[in-house]
Nanobody
Framework: QVQLVESGGGLVQAGGSLRLSCAASGRTFSSYVMGWFRQAPGKERKFVAAISRSGGNTRYADSVKGRFTIARDNAKTSVYLQMNSLKPEDTAVYYC?????????????????WGQGTQVTVSS
């Protein structure tokens, strides 16, 4: 069982930056691929970024490549999402999630555990 708690969301102007954090409980954090997803009002939850168990490999949605960076610290059982050059279309609730699969998954239904989400609002 893994419990995930996100933090770091807020209101920022377009072009600004935010750093999201996700703290995980449990001793098996390093056995999970970690992902970030986002959901805007009235829209489906979408993949943003994922990081391998060791942190050596990452994947990003095309919409955030070059602007967002995912990282993890297994000693601190935490995963982070650095978001730069934010745009109004990045406005959403951001969720971190844990996946026990041995392949990359970009479908939220394949992830096993979820945090409660943190709101990110980018004003124009």
């Amino acid at each position: 069982q893994v419990q995930l708690v996100e933090s770091g969301g807020g209101l920022v102007q377009a072009g600004g930056s935010l750093r999201l954090s996700c703290a995980a409980s449990g001793r098996t954090f390093s056995s999970y691929v970690m992902g970030w997803f986002r959901q805007a009002p009235g829209k489906e939850r979408k993949f943003v970024a994922a990081i391998s168990r060791s942190g050596g490999n990452t994947r990003y949605a095309d919409s955030v490549k070059g602007r967002f960076t995912i990282a993890r610290d297994n000693a601190k059982t935490s995963v982070y999402l650095q978001m730069n050059s934010l745009k109004p279309e990045d406005t959403a609730v951001y969720y971190c999630a844990a996946d026990s699969s041995k392949v990359w998954n970009f479908n939220p239904t394949r992830y096993d555990y979820w945090g409660q989400g943190t709101q990110v609002t980018v004003s124009s």
